[in-house]
């Protein structure tokens, strides 16, 4: 798959999912359609419970809608199988996760070269992941194991992992929850330079009101729903 810089690489089309607990079921989202092109940063805003985290885990192939369809680069990921959606999340989609998701005894370069490691890649892969890890201020932590990290190291870390492959699509959420507001402004700042420069695209679910400045899109979500959208500062 490949596009031009000035087409979309998501298109959204009237996604809704809906989960059933019992005999209870949960429209997480209702009827939500979105484009996406190459240089954009996409911020998705809204309260616990409005649909965020489940339109970027459809988003990241983590999940499928039940109604609506989702293109990645005009392919329709509803129709792919399982080791076919593995291998984009592998090679072409970059999480980065609340919870971080590092390996607990595994060292910071060991975690930032995994990516590497699962879409192919073999060789000079331990440059890269020490790499990024300087470019992110750990370069003096690249051996520490997660609990030896601050929880501000360890999203660093995560965010190490996440770009180290040039993913086409950077999902985050809550980036900056355990960043200080200057450590946090500088990570979010080096990771648009980093991934935009490169004609990809970063979609962050976040709380934080100073990714404003950053983003080229506001979106705003209330119910399972897009209930607004604003430019961005574009800082």
Do not use: W
């Amino acid at each position: 798959m490949s596009s031009t810089p000035d087409e979309p690489i998501i298109v959204v089309r009237d996604v809704s999912k809906t989960y059933r607990l019992g005999d209870i079921e949960v429209h997480a989202l209702r009827g939500v359609s979105l484009t996406v092109r190459r240089g954009e940063f996409v911020a998705v805003m809204g309260a616990s419970g409005s649909g965020k985290s489940t339109l970027m885990n459809i988003l990241g192939c983590l999940d499928a809608p039940s109604t609506g369809s989702y293109l990645l680069e005009g392919v329709d990921v509803a129709k792919l199988d399982e080791p076919s959606l593995a291998r984009i999340r592998g090679r072409r989609i970059g999480f980065v996760f609340q919870s971080f998701n590092l390996l607990p005894r595994t060292s910071a370069v060991e975690n930032v070269e995994l990516p590497l490691f699962y879409s192919g890649q073999i060789s000079g892969n331990l440059r890269r992941a020490n790499e990024m890890l300087d470019l992110l201020g750990l370069g003096d932590r690249t051996q520490n194991q997660p609990n030896q990290l601050s929880g501000g190291q360890q999203q660093r870390v995560a965010i190490a992992r996440a770009i180290v492959g040039q993913p086409d699509i950077l999902i985050m959420d809550e980036p900056t929850a355990s960043l200080d507001g200057d450590t946090g402004q500088a990570v979010v700042g080096f990771v648009k330079q980093h991934v935009l420069n490169e004609k990809r695209c970063i979609l962050i679910v976040t709380h934080d009101n100073r990714i404003y400045e950053f983003a080229t899109r506001i979106l705003k979500m209330e119910d399972g729903r897009l209930t607004g959208i604003e430019k961005g500062g574009s800082a």
